[in-house]
């Protein structure tokens, strides 16, 4: 059962979405919790979730999705040296704002990992 608490990183309140798993990660992503945003539409959307699942899958293999070229090569020298990590995901079939993004921001303690739209950052 998902439940409500805040991330420590933008100080929203967050749902933890228990259904969300990750296989063979490169990294530990320490608990795993969504923006209300991404939960509610997760929540009606099932192909959305899936969308997330996917996302997810992408980034704990190292995937950082569409990010540009530097961001993508910060992420691998995060990964070695243990600081944060953010990756982000399109998918024009699920406009939010009139973009169709998610990020997936992995803490530098590696305590959670947060799944959100860019405009709830």
């Known amino acids: 059962?998902?439940?409500?608490?805040?991330?420590?990183?933008?100080?929203?309140?967050v749902k933890t979405i228990d259904a969300l798993f990750v296989i063979n990660p490169v990294f530990s992503t320490g608990q795993i919790v969504a923006s209300r945003g991404v939960y509610d539409l997760a929540c009606q959307n099932p192909e959305f979730a899936k969308f997330i699942q996917k996302s997810l899958n992408r980034h704990v293999k190292?995937?950082?999705?569409?990010?540009?070229?530097?961001?993508?090569?910060?992420?691998?020298?995060a990964l070695k040296e243990g600081t944060r990590l953010l990756s982000a995901y399109n998918d024009d079939r699920f406009p939010k704002n009139g973009v169709a993004t998610i990020w997936i921001?992995?803490?530098?303690?590696?305590?959670?990992?947060?799944?959100?739209?860019?405009?709830?950052?």
């Not at 921001?105 to 950052?121: G, K, M, N, Q, V």
């Open 1 to 13: 059962m998902p439940f409500l608490e805040r991330d420590t990183h933008t100080k929203k309140e």
């Open 62 to 77: 190292g995937d950082w999705g569409d990010v540009d070229d530097e961001d993508k090569e910060t992420n691998d020298c």
């Open 105 to 121: 921001i992995t803490e530098a303690d590696r305590s959670a990992t947060t799944i959100l739209f860019p405009d709830e950052y």
